[in-house]
């Protein structure tokens, strides 16, 4: 038990640590005189040093392994820092510096974190989930590494994904971290690359078919049910064919989501929402087509789809407006290739593989990148898509930045300033003809730390699309009309947490009203959940 740990024990352990905090009592009591330099220092002193230190650091991939480091001495101190400023932090703990770790993750390995469960595990996996100490699990968020950001298969390197991904559950959210696991679910992986590199940390071996996976990931998730009870599956970078297929076969039997499919579509919805307050338009009128029907590509139409039919379209009516476009060409009603899930959407049209024509032909008011594909929107795609509306809404938003399908001063100066734009990373400000433009940063970030507060709040036992619905609905709402003004379409990052918890809030209500909660209802919500919010401060641990 944690709460036993003493001396040197107490110091290595990151969620007990106070490292020069721990007071004179405190060093007397738990067996810690020695251990420390004399003086006693607050936790905004102990603060300042990590600043100094972060500030003597290089490059941001020199800072995500500081910080990570810090995490694994002292958690609170960690969280401290990271709350204090995310707008600083994100990039250097997500996207994009986390690709960029992801990709080293087998060089710049120092400790484990989390769980690795791969497919020796089979016929034990509950026995190994039962090894976690904390035994209160809320949330595990899930990879198999299968595509991680835009970078493809990165197998066992991408644990780093669901380790910054529960960061910010907490950063953002504020949801205790003691009861978030990041998992990595190794099937192998079918990167030569890195199976070929000797210090590569995964299974060995190619990635399996269905017949071989479907009765493994069906072990893992009744194993956490009987060991995590209440706990959420967080879904993360599977493979687009596997976060389809087991999305669909979980969604209504456990508390799970997947957040390249769900969370993509809520945060997108936003920026739409937004887009068409600055627009004075509406989204049932819009048509929108998207480069790459993968798992965001597909997880996007069917929030925008929800959402327009939201403003009164039929079912048939909103789908009839979205269009994908993908490696292969525009999906139409003659393509063979199709998954089920992409099948609603191949309408009836001419092959077309190119974008241009596509766009002269379907006449989108909307376009999304999701495609992996940086660059893809070109000067001709832009000047095209200016012809169809008078503010074009172009998003271009795979990840990492240099996988963006263009840049904000691309699609500025190629609209000649009317884009309302938006990309998966938070570009700088862009000056163009006299004006300032502030591109927004449609990232997962502002949604899935919300959702997953209401989940961790309410212990819902099922997580709908309407849940995600309504935390774009609520987002979008905190957006000033002079925030909108000036160009944003996404709120600011300075003030996360706040928009989070309200957007936490909202949801948590819905999953009330909807009978989804395994938890008796407050009085009030809002208060009830505030006192939930984690709080980087150091407790007493004196004992007698
Ligand atoms: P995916 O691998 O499931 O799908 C990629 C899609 O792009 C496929 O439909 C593929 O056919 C298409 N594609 C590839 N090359 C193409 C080409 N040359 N021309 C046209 N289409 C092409 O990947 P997923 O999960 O859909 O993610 C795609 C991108 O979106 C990634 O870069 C990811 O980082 C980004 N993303 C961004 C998020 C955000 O919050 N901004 C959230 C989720 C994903």
Known sequence: MTEELRGRDLLDSPAMNKGTAFSLDERVSLGLEGFLPPSVETI?????????????????????????????????????????????????????????????FNHIYRRPR????????????????????????????????????????????????????????TACAGVPPQGLLPALIDFGTNNRELLNDPLYLGLRQTRPDWDVLDPFVDEFVQSVQEQFPLCCIHFEDWR??????????????????????????????????????????????????FLGAGSAGIGIAGMVASAMKL??????????RVWLFDINGLLESTRKDLLPEQKPYAHVHDPSHSLVESINSIGPTILIGVSTVGGAFNQAVIEAMSRNAERPIIFALS?????????????????????????????????????????????????????????????????????????????????????????????????VLETEVRT????????????????????DVASWMRAMIYKPQYGSQVRS
Not at 65 to 73: E, K
Not at 131 to 137: A, L, R, Y
Not at 428 to 451: E, M, R, S
Not at 504 to 520: E, H, T
């Open 44 to 104: 905004d002193l102990q603060h300042r040093r990590v600043l100094q230190q972060l500030g003597q650091k290089p490059t941001d991939l020199e800072r995500y392994i500081y910080l990570i480091q810090l995490l694994d001495s002292n958690e609170t101190l960690f969280y401290h820092v990271v709350m204090s400023n995310p707008a600083y932090f994100l990039p250097i703990l997500y996207d994009p510096t986390v690709g960029e770790a992801c990709l080293k």
């Open 114 to 169: 989390g769980m690795y469960i791969s497919m020796r595990d089979k016929g034990k996996v509950r026995q190994v989930l039962s090894n976690w100490p904390q035994k209160d699990v809320r949330v595990i968020c899930a990879t198999t590494g299968g595509r991680i950001l835009g970078l493809g298969d990165l197998g066992a390197n991408g644990m780093g994904i669901p380790i910054g991904k529960l960061q910010l559950y």
């Open 240 to 289: 687009g064919v596997d976060a389809f297929h087991y999305l669909e076969r979980y969604r209504d039997k456990v508390s799970c989501f997947n957040d390249d499919i769900q969370g993509t579509g809520s945060v997108t919805v936003v920026g739409l929402h937004n887009a068409m307050r600055i627009s004075g338009q509406n989204l049932k009128d819009q048509r929108v087509l």
């Open 311 to 320: 403003e009164g379209l039929s079912d048939s009516q909103a789908r009839d």
């Open 399 to 495: 990840n990492p930045t240099e996988k963006a399908e263009c840049t904000p001063e691309e699609a500025y100066k190629w609209s000649s300033g009317k884009a309302l734009y938006a990309a998966g990373v938070q570009f700088p400000p862009v000056q163009y003809g006299g004006k300032t433009f502030l591109p927004g940063q449609a990232n997962n970030f502002y949604i899935y730390p919300a959702v997953g507060f209401a989940i961790y709040a309410t212990s819902a036992k099922r997580v709908t699309d309407e849940m995600f619905i309504e935390a774009a609905k609520a987002t979008a709402d905190q957006m000033t009309d002079e925030q909108l003004k000036m160009g944003m379409l996404f709120p600011a990052q300075s003030n």
């Open 504 to 523: 936490a809030i909202s949801v948590a209500a819905l999953v009330f009203d909807r009978n989804l909660a395994r938890v008796d209802r407050p009085m």
